[in-house]
């Protein structure tokens, strides 16, 4: 039963319906803003299997990634500047506004459920963090991939969570679950909202979705932009370098801090993610104060060394003179602090 529950709600007449009010429906799926595809040929298939599945080493850490504990008192108390948590991969739990905002909270142990190979959690334990946590203001997804929205981490999070913001098409999924209708809100690009004076708009990617056979590029793909008063904070999700990043400055822009996706890339399917130079250059785009990468420390997704992301990410940002920082996974941190790089993960 668990297993069938992975792949969420199924496809309908009525939803594609609803899905062709969007101007990014083309009558039968969701498309990017510019031609976007897998670059994979079929000689190359039983290869990439070959290398995901035996060839690990480099790929994983050599030892699980040890987490931070939690503290809520000192992630809860009051605070004029935001403040995040990263999880790795891409689970973020911010406080921003006094209000709390988990962004992905794919925290279960296993990227590829219905898979017979699993795609193991660099990190043990993880789905205990959830036990933790405060009561979210709002929980938010970027699509419907397996490693950004994770059945075992709904059911887990259902009782803490208010509201659901997701993307458009995702909200069948948290209905299976059970999750209560009234509660989720789709959002198309561009779609904007004002929750307790934080203005937050769903952004343009350019990748695609699915979490079955049938379901491809059913749901839409974004990022999000939270800016108060005071700050302006983007949330890439996963993309592949476009002039989408140069419209979201123009449109959105500066960000005081921006969550680069740098991380799972590879050239066959180089157009729906970033290789971290570009990241750099999409950083830049969007005219971000300070960046830090995404995307990666969680899970081997693609054949590159586990560390490769981070390592060129900060050569590159060095290079073009981009501030950047990279926590310990569960460290609470804030924009406003000078932090100290300590490059952990060249000991783990």
Known sequence: ????????????????????????????????????????????????????????????????????????????????????????????????????????????????????????????????????????????????????LDYESIRRLKPKVKQYWVALGAARHLEKWGVTKNIIQEFDWWNKQIFEDIEITFTPTRHFSGRGLTDRAKCLWGGWVFKTISENIYFSGDSGYGSHFKTIGERLGPFDFAFMECGQYNENWHQIHMYPEEAIQAAADVNAKMIMPVHWAGFALAQHHWTDPVERFITEAEKQQIKYTIPELGKSFAMDLDHKQENWWKHK
């Open 1 to 148: 039963m668990s297993f069938k529950k992975q792949f969420g709600g199924k496809i309908t007449p009525a939803l594609e319906h609803r899905y062709a009010n969007s101007k990014h429906w083309d009558g039968t799926k969701f498309i990017n803003l510019e031609e976007t595809k897998m670059d994979i040929s079929f000689q190359n298939i039983p290869k990439l299997v070959y290398k995901q599945f035996c060839e690990r080493k480099g790929r994983e850490p050599k030892s699980p990634l040890p987490i931070i504990p939690f503290d809520k008192r000192t992630f809860l108390a009051s605070s004029a500047n935001a403040k995040f948590v990263w999880y790795g991969h891409s689970v973020v739990l911010m406080r921003i506004h006094n209000k709390t905002i988990l962004i992905d909270p794919m925290l279960g142990p296993n990227a590829a459920p219905i898979s017979p190979v699993p795609v193991k959690r660099f990190s043990k334990n993880t789905l205990d963090l959830i036990d933790d946590f405060p009561e979210i203001d709002v929980l938010m997804l970027t699509h419907d991939h397996y490693d950004h």
